[in-house]
């Protein structure tokens, strides 16, 4: 393998990497929002503050479910550069992830309905939904 290719598979697992710690510290910020509004529920005692922590919650499952949509795109990337057969379609040091025929498999839908973003998030707001219903 040519110094430029491992290079270049160098930069691609950096911005998989990226995409990851992305995702990782939005999940910790969806935790920090939700806590603090449940806080101010608890020492407010209104309930209104359960139904805005889902908006924020929904919003951060969209942005995480970006973020693990573009990794699994480089990381598909990264497959291709590494395949002898493929690595001829993809031009050195492109980040052009719509490579190849099989590149509409990697879509946002399945990112989003992943079991890691449907676990994470949908059990917040069931969670949260609960403890709204409960209280009322």
């Known amino acids: ?18 995409m990851n710690q992305n995702s990782f510290m939005i999940k910790g910020w969806t935790v ?18 359960i139904l805005i922590s889902i908006f924020p919650v ?11 949509w573009q990794e699994r795109k480089f990381r598909h990337l990264y497959s291709k ?6 690595s001829q379609k993809v031009k ?7 490579v190849g025929n099989d590149c509409c498999k990697i879509c946002y839908f399945k990112a989003l309905f992943s079991v890691t973003e449907v676990g994470f998030y949908s059990l917040l707001i069931v ?10």
């Not at 969670?127 to 009322?136: C, H, R, W």
């Open 1 to 18: 393998m040519s110094e430029e290719k491992i290079k270049y598979l160098e930069f691609i697992q950096n911005i998989v990497t990226r």
């Open 58 to 68: 929904s919003i951060f499952m969209f942005l995480d479910s970006y973020y693990l």
């Open 92 to 98: 050195l040091f492109s980040m052009n992830t719509n």
């Open 32 to 49: 920090a929002i939700v806590s603090a509004l449940l806080a101010l529920y608890a020492d407010k005692e209104n309930e209104l503050f």
């Open 81 to 86: 550069v590494l395949d002898e057969d493929e």
């Open 127 to 136: 969670g949260l939904l609960a403890l709204y219903f409960a209280k009322i």
